[in-house]
T-cell receptor, first 115, second 111 residues
């Protein structure tokens, strides 16, 4: 399967714990995006990378959230000191990033539940 | 603030009906609009629209963009139960690389 993959698919954690999610984009895609989606809402942009450079971060992304893409391939999203409000589906998407080749292809998501 | 608004929020139809879903946007420096279908998992890509008045078609689904009136429609003809899903609209604008998603239209097709 050459699509976007995410790991883990589900994560249950206690409030205050740190969690880390991984995303492996489609191999030739140089752009990688993280989104958060809660029930009844569309995906909400968190951040995106062009190769290994993090080029944009949402104003909504608190400093408890950090993302990396160290070699321009896979990416990790870490949430420190989780709160119940962090419970959501975390989606990763990738794209070629060229003009009119911006279609984003989504991974299956990581569903986080903070107790 | 830029907004993407979808309507209706939810829709229930019978198999065989035709539905029209709407997406209006207020973003400045518009670049493209995308439609996605989301079942109980991640969104899957349907269409990307950049030019006004040019219909994109895939089987029973079609979509068109009106850049003057700032909206797009997604049509589904001869609906089937497998069309039941949330349909998301997302807009990309020139001053960034951030897609703004609407809240989606939840479509339920009854046999």
């Amino acid at each position: 399967d050459t699509g976007v993959s995410q790991d883990p698919r589900h994560k249950i954690t206690k409030r205050g714990q740190n969690v880390t999610f991984r995303c492996d984009p489609i191999s030739e895609h140089n752009r990688l995006y993280w989104y958060r989606q809660t029930l009844g809402q569309g995906p909400e942009f968190l951040t995106y990378f062009q190769n290994e450079a993090q080029l944009e971060k949402s104003r909504l992304l608190s400093d408890r959230f950090s993302a990396e893409r160290p070699k321009g391939s896979f990416s990790t999203l870490e949430i420190q000191r989780t709160e119940q409000g962090d419970s959501a589906m975390y989606l990763c998407a990738s794209s070629l990033g060229q003009l009119f080749q911006e279609t984003q292809y989504f991974g299956p998501g990581t569903r986080l539940l903070v107790l | 603030e830029d907004k993407v608004v979808q309507s209706p929020l939810s829709l229930v139809v019978h198999e065989g009906d035709t539905v029209t879903l709407n997406c209006s946007y207020e973003v400045t420096n518009f670049r493209s609009l995308l439609w996605y279908k989301q079942e109980k998992k991640a969104p899957t890509f349907l269409f990307m629209l950049t030019s006004s008045g040019i219909e994109k078609k895939s089987g029973r689904l079609s979509s068109i963009l009106d850049k003057k009136e700032l909206f797009s429609i997604l049509n589904i003809t001869a609906t089937q139960t497998g069309d039941s899903a949330i349909y998301l609209c997302a807009v990309l604008y020139n001053t960034g690389n951030q897609f703004y998603f609407g809240t989606g239209t939840s479509l339920t097709v009854i046999p």
